[in-house]
């Protein structure tokens, strides 16, 4: 089972870009959803979270308004949405798979986004 994370990159402040996470050997109807970053040289932060239900999301405070989450269970993937882009949105983006059945958790590799002119 794996998460594979795609679309980073480089990126002009006020930008645009959007990430996507493709899930294999599980099925992602039945885990939360969310993406984390690292900042260079911070700790990993929650970006934002879905619910298996794709009902229910969640953001955090420095993205709340420009970053949008969405789920799409029968292609088994997550996005991220993120727009007006700010240099401190600088990091590596991670997707990750929480099941809501068990203890089964699954991390991607990770995505660079760097917000720079």
């Known amino acids: 089972a794996q998460l594979v994370e795609s679309g980073g990159g480089l990126v002009q402040p006020g930008g645009s870009l959007r990430l996507s996470c493709a899930a294999s050997?599980?099925?992602?109807?039945?885990?939360?959803l969310s993406w984390y970053r690292q900042p260079p040289g911070k700790e990993r932060e929650l970006v934002a979270a879905?619910?298996?239900?794709?009902?229910?999301?969640k953001y955090g405070d420095s993205v709340q308004g420009r970053f949008t989450i969405s789920r799409d269970n029968n292609k088994n993937t997550i996005s991220l949405q993120m727009n007006s882009l700010k240099p401190e949105d600088t990091a590596v983006y991670y997707c990750?798979?929480?099941?809501?059945?068990?203890?089964?958790?699954?991390w991607g590799q990770g995505t660079l986004v760097t917000v720079s002119s």
């Open positions: 990750k798979g929480s099941s809501r059945y068990s203890d089964n958790e699954y």
């Open positions: 879905v619910d298996s239900t794709g009902r229910i999301k």
């Open positions: 050997g599980f099925a992602v109807s039945y885990y939360t």
